[in-house]
């Protein structure tokens, strides 16, 4: 089986249990793995609302695409995929979605921890706080511990 790659980028509330079952159906007979990851807005104890998230379409699904690829050449992985909110998103909703499948776990969990990784990292989203005293916070920038996380897939 050839492997699939499907990226989307919605305003729309996402939901992890939904995803998942859409994706459960579609993986084959011999997918004995599916990984996955629903990163979500921290409330930040409170203190945030929201995130606000802009991105630039068209180059954020083409990279999002290419750090795929890059997991699908790094391990057997027969089908990937990522959904990120842009938008209003609030503290406790999904913002990203990552699930991957395999013959076997090792792959399937090393692929969404690298897309992960990446998409913290690479991909063209900025996000705004919303804060809970209804001021507006400041736009989120990569954090050095993400950059050093991500290094350890260099080789």
């Given amino acids: 089986m050839a492997a699939d790659i499907q990226v989307s980028i919605t305003d729309q509330p996402l939901s992890a249990v939904n995803a998942y079952t859409a994706f459960e159906a579609i993986c084959g007979d011999?997918?004995?793995?599916?990984?996955?990851?629903?990163?979500r807005c921290r409330s930040e104890n409170g203190a945030l609302r929201a995130?606000?998230?802009?991105?630039?379409?068209?180059m954020a699904e083409a990279q999002i695409e290419t750090i795929c690829k890059?997991?699908?050449?790094?391990?057997?992985?027969?089908?990937?995929?990522?959904?990120?909110?842009f938008g209003i998103v609030n503290?406790?909703?999904?913002?990203?979605?990552?699930?991957?499948?395999?013959?076997?776990r090792k792959a399937a969990l090393a692929g969404v921890e690298f897309v992960?990784?990446?998409l913290k990292t690479d991909a063209p989203f900025?996000?705004?706080e919303h804060m809970a005293d209804g001021s507006m916070g400041n736009w989120v920038t990569v954090k050095s511990r993400?950059?050093?996380?991500?290094?350890?897939w260099k080789a």
């Fill in 146 to 152: 993400d950059l050093h996380v991500r290094s350890r």
């Fill in 70 to 85: 890059t997991a699908l050449d790094k391990w057997p992985i027969t089908r990937i995929e990522v959904t990120h909110r």
């Fill in 30 to 39: 011999n997918d004995g793995a599916i990984a996955h990851f629903c990163g």
């Fill in 126 to 128: 900025w996000k705004r």
């Fill in 51 to 58: 995130l606000e998230l802009e991105h630039y379409p068209g």
């Fill in 91 to 104: 503290a406790g909703e999904p913002i990203v979605l990552v699930f991957a499948a395999s013959a076997h």
């Fill in 116 to 118: 992960m990784d990446f």
